[in-house]
């Protein structure tokens, strides 16, 4: 399963993360976030130790999102070294979101 | 060893593929379901559905679709979550290419590839996606709470999407080229007695302005030639829809536009290939119109493998 992540944590979860960290910023009123979510989890478990992947719920965690401009969802930002360094935009494939990561893995 | 062969391979897994494979396991096909992204295809961009029979109250693009999954689960679902890139025939049977290089086989195939949101084609459009140009309402209309924004279109979804987006923004600027829209009545009167939506008839957007993200749009009026700029902090776009059937080209025939020609039987060109829902050549799409051609695309590719087996 991917990890819940807040504005509180998002500094000490994913900024001074050791690892490459996938964010998928979702929300309950989204119907390609929750299409998305089974993909999601599933690469949490493939990727377990490479990348860790985690999920925020823009709606109660206003501040991250506006911070990284998102205006849309699902937006995945992958981070690496406190740096956001791919973004995607839009409900996409396992094989999209694979090839984005393998480039920082 | 031989390879697996199928009965039958869907290809698309929104309300037309769903619906054709639905069918395809109520006649004991042998069958596999081929998806790119996520199940459901456009009609998860539909934030509330009103035209499908059997829900008075109407129902939610994603509500709708986890209840046709779950009634093809009941039966088996086997779905690969992968992208078709070619199409290939080797005597009965035909070959499904995957973009991770599988190869799927089977004596007959149905295409319900579904369609994708046509782009303007304007400078500003691409670099500003996620960033304030939009084509589904439902997801980031949320993001523009108080804000002004800008909808392109005149159809259906143009007005219907303006409509959902007045329950978040301060105003709606209704952008269209012409001086009357194509969408239902119904809808115009509901647009039109919306105090928060503007229309801007005989108009169309040249460029969208911003560095980090939406701030303005350039539009001309058709009529006057005049152009002038509005303040603007999303532009959502709903002007039609474009087959996604480029690696199909030459293999069977396409219409001028890139959708799917078929016969009375949902047949394509290529015998045994059959192809449902908004990737097929026609006047009208709608979820209802999907399912039903995917019922038909299912029934007559199950005479096919029929027929073959017989042979």
């Known amino acids: 399963m991917a990890c819940k992540v807040t504005d509180q944590d998002f500094e000490k ?48 965690n206003p501040i991250t999102p506006a911070k990284y401009g998102i205006r849309a969802i699902p937006t995945l930002i992958i981070f690496k070294d406190s740096q956001p360094v791919e973004t995607i935009v839009g409900a996409v494939s396992k094989a999209t979101i694979l090839n984005a990561l393998n480039k920082v893995m | 060893m031989t390879e697996k062969v199928y009965d039958l391979i869907v290809v698309g897994g929104g309300p037309a593929g769903l619906t054709a494979y639905l069918y395809a396991k ?10 790119k992204g996520p199940i459901g295809g456009q009609v998860l961009l539909t934030d509330w559905i009103e035209n499908y029979p059997g829900f008075p109250e109407g129902v939610s693009g994603f509500d709708l679709i986890e209840l046709f999954k779950k009634q093809v689960e009941k039966l088996g679902l086997e779905v690969k979550y992968d992208e078709a890139i070619d199409l290939t025939v080797d005597g009965n049977l035909k ?61 259906d979804t143009a007005l ?31 647009v039109r007695g919306n105090p928060k939506i503007e229309l801007i008839l005989n108009s169309v957007v040249r460029e969208i302005h911003g560095k980090e993200k939406v701030e303005e749009i350039l539009v001309e009026n058709l009529q006057t030639g005049e152009s002038f700029k509005l303040k603007v902090s999303g532009v959502f776009i709903f002007i039609g829809l474009r ?31 059959f192809a449902c829902g908004d990737c097929v050549a026609k006047n009208f799409r709608q979820i209802v119109i999907a399912c039903g051609e995917g019922a038909v695309a299912s029934l007559s590719a199950e005479e096919y493998i029929q027929r073959l087996k017989n042979a």
């Open chain 2, 160 to 190: 219907q999407e303006s409509l959902y987006l007045t329950r978040f923004v301060k105003k709606v600027y209704l952008i269209h080229r012409r001086d009357s829209f194509r969408a239902i009545p119904i809808l115009q009167k509901r």
């Open chain 2, 26 to 35: 109520r006649a004991l096909l042998d069958v596999c379901l081929v998806e």
């Open chain 2, 243 to 273: 087959p996604q059937t480029e690696w199909l080209k030459g293999k069977l025939d396409l219409d001028e536009n890139g959708f799917i020609l078929t016969d009375k039987n949902m047949e394509t060109s290529l015998p045994g290939v």
């Open chain 1, 13 to 60: 979860e994913v900024l001074q993360s050791p690892i490459p960290v996938l964010v998928d910023f979702w929300a309950a009123w989204c119907g390609p976030c929750r299409a998305i979510a089974p993909i999601i989890d599933e690469l949490a478990e493939e990727l377990s130790g490479k990348v860790k992947v985690c999920k925020m719920n823009v709606d109660e």
């Open chain 2, 95 to 155: 070959i499904v290419h995957l973009a991770t290089g599988e190869k799927l086989k089977a004596y007959s195939v149905i295409l319900a590839l579904g369609a994708a949101p046509k782009r303007l084609g304007i400078p500003g459009e691409d670099a500003l996606i996620g960033k304030g140009v939009s084509y589904c309402a439902v997801c980031d209309g949320p993001f523009f709470r108080d804000e002004i924004v800008a909808v392109v279109g005149g159809g």
